[in-house]
């Protein structure tokens, strides 16, 4: 089952939004950080998978970021709030296009 949640880590003061599968895997990510909660990734296990395999892993995560590499049961200091999938999608669709709006910004400037 496809849960929704989001964890605050104060040291990074960053927000985690999530979707993770029944094994704890994270789907998609977002992170939102600082007190303007900035969006600074938007990324998607799917997505990051198949860059790795065709080789553009560093241009998915310049762009997108990279999504949890353990379980979130893994995770330190973790006390998830859950979220319902809207709640999660607005957050998401949000720092999609804040992550594609500076990706876009950058390659604009070094043109």
Same mark, same amino acid.
């Given at each position: 089952?496809?849960?929704?949640?989001?964890?605050?880590?104060?040291?990074?003061?960053?927000?985690?939004?999530? @979707?993770?599968?029944?094994?704890?895997?994270?789907?998609?990510?977002?992170?939102?950080?600082?007190?303007? @909660?900035?969006?600074?990734?938007?990324?998607?296990?799917? @997505?990051?998978?198949?860059?790795?395999?065709?080789?553009?892993?560093?241009?998915?995560?310049?762009?997108?970021?990279?999504?949890?590499?353990?379980?979130?049961?893994?995770?330190?200091?973790?006390?998830?709030?859950?979220?319902?999938?809207?709640?999660?999608?607005?957050?998401?669709?949000?720092?999609?296009?804040?992550?594609?709006?500076?990706?876009?910004?950058?390659?604009?400037?070094?043109?």
């Amino acid at each position: 089952m496809t849960r929704f949640f989001r964890s605050y880590w104060a040291e990074e003061d960053t927000w985690f939004y999530c @979707e993770a599968d029944a094994e704890g895997w994270v789907i998609r990510q977002a992170e939102l950080q600082g007190p303007l @909660e900035k969006p600074v990734t938007a990324a998607c296990l799917v @997505e990051w998978e198949a860059a790795q395999q065709a080789g553009t892993l560093a241009d998915y995560e310049a762009v997108f970021g990279a999504p949890a590499e353990v379980p979130v049961q893994e995770w330190e200091a973790h006390e998830p709030q859950d979220l319902t999938a809207a709640q999660f999608e607005t957050v998401w669709r949000t720092a999609r296009a804040s992550c594609q709006a500076r990706a876009r910004a950058r390659s604009t400037h070094q043109a």
